[in-house]
């Protein structure tokens, strides 16, 4: 396959880092549905320092790395489990989706973790070109992987990807999930939302969930999918068990 021109041209990242994990917790199952990872320093220190050093010219190389860093790891953590790893990507460091797959691809052979599951998902916080992304979603659809749009509802694509690409999960921005018990404005956006999700069949996840009052609330919309510090913080370097007691 041949080389893009961002494998070609583009500068590497320079700056050494790592990856946290958290849980997203299966509220039928009881279980863990998969493990996000997240950026982190060499030391467990927070991403800004990290992210700081991005630029449009090591963006691919720093896409390409934290891949191959997030499946590393996965790869000895996820051994006895049959949790999906959800790697963020960013969509304006993939220049050729299909040749900027490979080392993805490649690593995930080398480690020996499955692509089925590999659950792919970007932020809407970055302005990008719609026919690009759905490009590239299409491709990643195609070659096996799932797709999630995250942090939905608080960036720029929002409804009108929906009516073009319906991704796998959709995540649920947490602004919408803060103290939605003591808000009766959120829960009707948020009912409305489930049940738009509900008809086009994709799985709705409620991120940043806090407390059982939040989550007692979800529970009763229907709510099958959570992330947040009520069950686990991001765990550095580890694939940690959340506590499902809150789920009970």
Do not use: W
Not at 29 to 45: I, N, Q, T, W
Not at 103 to 108: M, R, S
């Amino acid at each position: 396959m041949k080389a893009c021109a961002g494998c070609r041209d583009g500068a590497g990242f320079a700056t050494p880092f790592s990856m946290a994990f958290q849980p997203i917790v299966d509220l039928h199952g009881g279980d863990v549905f998969a493990y996000e990872a997240l950026v982190r320093g060499v030391d467990g220190a927070g991403a800004s320092s990290i992210l700081a050093q991005v630029n449009s010219q090591n963006r691919y190389a720093f896409d390409q790395s934290c891949r191959v860093k997030a499946l590393e790891l996965a790869a000895t953590g996820l051994q006895t489990s049959n949790a999906k790893l959800s790697i963020n990507f960013m969509p304006n460091a993939v220049y050729e989706p299909r040749a900027c797959i490979r080392a993805t691809l490649e690593t995930a052979e080398r480690v020996g973790f499955p692509l089925d599951r590999i659950l792919f998902e970007f932020t809407e916080s970055e302005q990008i070109d719609t026919d690009h992304l759905l490009k590239i979603l299409t491709a990643y659809r195609a070659m096996g992987f799932k797709t999630a749009i995250d942090d939905f509802g608080a960036g720029y694509a929002g409804l009108t990807l929906l009516t073009r690409f319906q991704p796998d999960v959709v995540k649920l921005d947490m602004e919408l999930v803060r103290n939605i018990d003591q808000n009766r404005e959120k829960r009707v956006v948020l009912r409305h939302t489930l049940a738009m999700l509900n008809e086009f069949g994709i799985l709705p996840l409620c991120e940043g969930v806090e407390t059982l009052q939040e989550l007692v609330v979800l529970k009763d919309m229907g709510v099958r999918y959570i992330q947040g510090y009520l069950f686990a913080r991001p765990a550095f370097e580890r694939f940690e068990q959340p506590d499902l007691a809150a789920a009970a």
